[in-house]
């Protein structure tokens, strides 16, 4: 027997606390977590290429056949998929099993044109509620444990996606969806939630209402949030995090790829571990795809590893982050993302700079006289984009005070962001308030035809 080195220490007593809930899988070695990778993209590209003919095409156009692949660098030949592919291919088209023998089908309502439709076998829900699990439980929950779910229930994977994996944590899960809020708060104190499930902003609307019927929630037994579907700020969470009185995680995914559970916080609150033995995760530089060294930020592709119904080879998801592969405190050996700052299709140019609502919001957040509440209403000015920020004042504060805060706003955003903006102070609740994803940005522009 060879010595035991510390980290072996560490990561045995980790396992035997109970630190993760497959603690195998958790902290594999990379050189093995990148060997079971290999297995999977070869097995993922087979799939893709003998079952759904866009891939196939496209697959032999790039000389990227499945006897083709042979290191994870081939990745790099593979062709991207993009999301006007799946509305190309309406409803069934990417579907690598015939439609019959799906377990479940998802779609998510675009703003425009046909809605994205995903579908999933017995397996891949399987695994979607495994990674779900995983997810809940490195972000503190643990069987047992009563988990309010508000995400919306329905063709949206949030509700479903939640719901399972706390099932499959051996969870006790009250179904709520979002909505009724008042009724959140009393079943929330009444059942004794110990994990929320929500958006952030839906969480803080719930936190909002509870102040409203006089309950205090940080006095009660909720201590891990479980929070995602729409890009949020560190403020925000500390925010969250105060008025609720928990630990609030980020939680990360995409209908495209799986759902929630793609990645996810774990307490250490570091960055979102992307699930390496189920995705491959490229960062690549927006403009020409080619990829960026870690810690700089580019576009978020994805490729699935072990989804049957329906695979996804490099899918672009527009989303801007950045990866590490450094060490994480927990022990966790799978890659994390740093927060996403925001998706490209979000992000506004505002006289050449280039700026995502969350950073507006990382401003807003915590100023004092302003609630955690704000719309940016984008207009145009001949050729310009212009931007007024909607904020609301927080309650208790004098109408004769908003001129003042206004100006201070302008000032804070300035100096933050280095964009000019109006900025207008509304009365508390006049913001309206998010059930879901929260509606951020209010596009008055001329649509382009
Ligand atoms: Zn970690």
């Known amino acids: 027997m060879g010595a035991v080195t510390m980290e072996q220490l560490g990561r045995l007593g980790s396992a035997q606390t109970g630190a993760y809930l497959h603690p195998d899988i958790e902290t594999l070695p990379r050189e093995r977590l990148a060997a079971l990778q290999l297995e999977r993209l070869q ?33 790099q030949r593979l062709p991207f998929t993009l999301k006007t592919d799946l509305r190309d291919e309406y409803p069934f088209g990417l579907f690598a099993r015939p439609v019959e023998q799906l377990a479940r089908l998802h779609a998510s309502s675009g703003t425009t044109g046909k809605p994205t439709v995903v579908g999933y076998t017995g397996p891949d829900l399987s695994n979607w509620a495994d990674l779900m699990a995983r997810s809940m439980y490195g972000a ?74 006089g309950v205090d929630l940080r006095r009660s037994s909720l201590r891990v949030g ?50 390496e033995d189920h995705f ?17 930020a580019g576009e978020l ?3 699935t590893l072990t989804k049957q119904a329906l695979p996804m080879l490099r899918y672009r998801t527009r989303d801007i982050t950045r990866w590490t592969t450094e060490r994480c405190a927990c022990g966790r050996t799978h890659g994390r993302i740093l927060r996403i700052a925001g998706r490209s299709d ?3 140019i505002i006289r050449g700079v280039n700026v995502y609502p969350s950073q507006v919001e990382a401003v807003l957040v915590g100023q004092p006289d302003i609630a955690p509440h704000y719309q940016l209403v984008v207009g145009r000015e001949g050729h310009l984009d ?32 280095g964009i000019t903006t ?28």
Not at 399 to 410: E, T
Not at 422 to 449: C, F, H, M, T, W
Request: glycine letters at 10%; hydrophobic letters at 45%; proline letters at 6%.
């Open 346 to 348: 979000d992000m506004l």
């Open 422 to 449: 109006d900025v207008v102070v509304k009365r508390p609740g006049e913001i309206p308030r998010s059930q879901g994803k929260a509606v951020r940005v209010r596009d008055l522009r001329p649509k382009e035809v």
């Open 140 to 213: 503190g929950a643990r069987p047992g444990d009563v988990v309010h779910n508000a995400y919306g229930y329905g063709l949206f994977t949030g509700g479903l996606g939640a719901h399972y994996g706390a099932e499959r944590l051996g969870a006790v899960v009250v179904p709520m969806s979002g909505g009724a809020t008042e009724r959140q708060v009393t079943l929330i104190m009444d059942f004794k939630a110990r994990v929320l499930c929500a958006t952030p902003s839906y969480a803080l609307a719930i936190a909002e209402v509870a102040e409203q019927q």
């Open 386 to 417: 212009h931007v007024t920020v909607e904020v609301e004042a927080a309650p208790g504060v004098a109408d004769d005070r908003f001129d003042a805060i206004a100006h201070g706003v302008v000032r804070h955003i300035k100096s933050m962001i």
């Open 280 to 296: 491959l995760f490229e960062v690549l530089d927006p403009e020409t795809q080619a990829p960026v060294p870690e810690g700089v």
């Open 43 to 75: 097995d993922t590209v087979a799939n893709a290429w003998a079952h759904v003919p866009l891939h196939r095409r496209r697959l032999d156009a790039a000389g990227a056949r499945p006897g083709e692949i042979r290191s994870l660098d081939d990745l």
């Open 226 to 275: 479980v929070f995602g579907a729409e890009p949020w700020s560190q403020a925000m969470r500390s925010e969250i995090e105060q008025r609720l009185g928990l630990k609030a995680v980020d939680i990360y995914g995409l209908s495209e790829i799986l759902g929630p559970g793609v990645a996810c916080e774990c307490e250490a609150q570091a960055g979102l571990h992307g699930w």
């Open 301 to 303: 592709v994805i490729t």
